[in-house]
């Protein structure tokens, strides 16, 4: 069955490059805007296998996605990589410390993002 992976980044240019990357290798794939819109997209799609969240956006960060969604039962499990501009040391603990798998610098080599997912979707 094909993995379904939703993508949430504030930047429609990533967005749009990430998805291609991912449909390419066969993926699935969901956008949001943000946070908010990503929770949304959460609850309303059947099964979620990988999440990849941006960390700043609007009106919803993606620490505070990250942490909403590791407070549920249902998402807790879901695999999560940070991919983020934001690349110190105490923002990559942070991501990591609220419940990201994996945390990627961008601009992020897609060969190198997809092998990650593939190593967390097992």
Same mark, same amino acid.
């Not at 240019?13 to 949304?40: H, M, P, W």
């Given at each position: ?6 993508? @949430? ?7 749009? =490059? /990430?998805? $291609? *990357? ?11 805007? #943000?946070?908010?819109?990503? +929770?949304?997209?959460?609850? %309303?799609? !059947?099964? *979620? !296998?990988? @999440? @990849? /969240?941006? *960390? %700043?956006?609007?009106?919803? #960060?993606? $620490?505070? $996605? +990250?942490?909403? /969604?590791?407070?549920? #039962? ?5 695999? +999560?990589? *940070? =991919? ?6 105490? #923002? @990559?603990?942070?991501?990591?410390? =609220?419940?990201? %798998?994996?945390?990627? /610098? ?9 092998? %990650? +997912?593939?190593? =967390?979707?097992?």
């Amino acid at each position: 069955m094909q993995k379904h992976i939703l993508l @949430i980044d504030d930047s429609k240019t990533i967005r749009n =490059l /990430v998805a $291609f *990357v991912l449909k390419s290798e066969g993926y699935k794939t969901s956008t949001a805007e #943000d946070g908010l819109d990503g +929770i949304e997209k959460l609850y %309303n799609i !059947d099964a *979620v !296998d990988l @999440i @990849i /969240v941006d *960390v %700043n956006m609007p009106r919803m #960060d993606g $620490f505070t $996605f +990250i942490k909403t /969604v590791r407070t549920q #039962d249902a998402y807790k499990d879901i695999p +999560i990589i *940070v =991919l983020s501009t934001e690349g110190q040391e105490k #923002d @990559i603990q942070k991501g990591m410390s =609220l419940g990201a %798998n994996l945390y990627m /610098v961008k601009p992020a080599q897609p060969e190198k993002m997809v092998r %990650n +997912i593939k190593m =967390l979707l097992g």
